[in-house]
């Protein structure tokens, strides 16, 4: 035997031994995980990784996985010798299983020359373009003024990191306000089957919008800027293909108000990275009555404002987000009303019908899951769920009323009772106007109209009809909708509204005031409203708990499910309509319907 003979055996027989060992680790107890995703470090566990972004190993031999996170302090211990935070410039992690994650350390230490020092460095999205790593980041104030995009590389995913030296996306103004500094925040990078790469970026102001790149991924045409969806609905884009679509993934509403964090991602697609993007009623992102599929929301357990997302697929195929989101029972790093604890939670993403939904619409998890196939060879043990939803039952009439009758019923009561002439049923509907009032904190001069909901759990619905204007601004916060309150701060509310151009669909929830620090109100959003609209909250007992989930419809067969607050508003809470946020325009509402609740039906 020559020796070469005997080192291709030797080799042989430590491949044959080290794929037994994986197989036998495979054939072990099949790994899970449990949100959030651990991330460990020399002094222990992180406990925020906000905007996280993950990507796998690119060059050969590297098949480990890399996990960036926004810049904010590892813990509410996260101190230097004088008590300060220590705020870690894009934290990086990696990982072998996708699941079990360890801090290897800060990406841009060292801000670059044309970020101004005391700004922020978020939301990374890294890519792998013409062999390097590209880390795109969101630099909230320039030295110039105003917020950009900037880029760096490296060979590696760990860095270190060379920053390009300028923006890749300048500061400029926003579409409506030519004085204006636009936020410039959150960048999602694609490159399409024709090698041209894109950027998406934008957020509340200003909206979101698509560049073409150049070709090294460091500098963006401005005259090549689309916008992509409205301004005051959507940030925090991520673009994803999908059977010939690109999928633009958006995120809505307050990421940081702690317990009352109202956070959610909705998606709308295309056939071109340029748009425009329609979600599933064929609703523009850039409407007024702005569009957007839910992919993920609250759903009741532990978790609030599930937002920033980021897709990715594992090594058998599956598809999967992460994502950041809040514990409502532990919701800040260190004192109330401080920095958000926004960690890293992970979970299947499905498609539906050809639209994505997170773990077939349960959304996020709490309890042990089956893990990602990390790397090759492992199994997808994920399985989509079949999603059953809350829907009306047997018409409760004592609770109902269609407004035929000449004047409103004795069943119904006032919480300070309207003007003359601004309330009248007519014409089998209930007309209310708006009112320059409010229902909000310590602002509580709107009247409410109210009656007793049944006990235990039911279903109200109404269609509305609201005439704001179709198109323009500002018409801040002129609403109508539904309510199911204990007191003027202690409520659920479900509303069309207007906010600047936009019309969309609330569901706010207030609480009395608590511990110093703490948010009274959160909202979330729902899919498209329109000029006429179906509403409904169905309330359900959870134990000592109650939980309040709203759906809309554009035409009142097609139901579409958002988010689920909870709350605690008692017995004798009642259920009823409001008319409010500013004066000058009608509400009318054609019924109000109460149903006991149908468990566990198809949601079509």
Known sequence: MTVATALTL???QQTLQVESVLGAQRRGPPLTYT???????????????????????????????????????????????SGNLIFHPISMARSRDLVNWTYVGDALPDKPAWVRPDAGLWAPDVEYLNGRYHLYYTASETV??????????????????????APVVEPH???????????????????DDRGQKWIYYGSYF?????????????????ATQVQVASANRYEASNVFRHDGYYYLFVSSSDCCRGPLTGYSVFVGRSVE?????????????????????????????????????????DAAGQDWTVYHAIDRADPYLAEPGGINQRPALLDPLDWVDGWPTVRGGL??????????AAQA??????????????????????????????????????????????VNVENGALRFDTQNAELFEDRDDASVLLRPAPQGDYVVETRLTLNLPPEGCCFNYSQAGLVVYGDDDRYVKLAQVSIFETRQLEFGKEVAAGAPGFPRYGNTVLSAGAPTIWLRLARRLDGAEEQYTASSSRDGQHWTRGGTWTHALGGSARIGLVSLGGAGFTARFDYLRVYDLKQNHDLK
């Not at 003024?145 to 920053?163: C, E």
């Not at 959304?363 to 990602?372: C, N």
């Open 173 to 191: 103004p926003a579409p409506c306000c030519p004085d204006s500094r636009r936020w410039t925040f959150d960048p999602a990078v694609i490159q």
């Open 273 to 313: 990275p340029g748009g425009p993007f329609l979600d599933r009623d064929g609703v523009d992102l850039n409407a007024t009555y702005v569009g957007g599929t839910p992919v993920i929301s609250m759903n009741g357990n532990r978790w609030v404002g599930p937002g920033h997302n980021a897709v990715f697929t």
């Open 35 to 81: 949100n959030p995703l651990p991330i460990s470090t020399e002094r222990g566990r992180i406990e925020t990784c906000a905007d996280p972004d993950i990507i796998r190993g690119q060059t050969p031999g590297d098949t480990d996985w890399y996990l960036y996170c926004t810049t904010d302090p590892h813990s509410g211990n996260d101190r230097d010798a």
């Open 377 to 422: 060879g492992d199994r997808d043990r994920t399985r989509t769920p079949k999603l059953r939803v809350d829907v009306p039952g047997k018409l409760l009439g004592a609770y109902s009323d269609e407004f035929t009758a000449p004047g409103l019923s004795p069943s119904w009561s006032w919480v300070r009772p309207p003007v003359a002439g601004m």
């Open 363 to 372: 959304w996020a998890s709490d309890e042990p899951l089956p893990a990602p």
């Open 144 to 165: 110039a003024g105003g917020s950009a995009i900037g880029v760096a590389t490296s060979d590696s995913p760990l860095g270190p990191w060379t920053d390009a030296g």
């Open 206 to 222: 200003g909206g979101i919008s698509v560049r073409r790149l150049s070709d090294d991924g460091l500098r963006s045409d401005p």
């Open 10 to 12: 030797m080799g042989c």
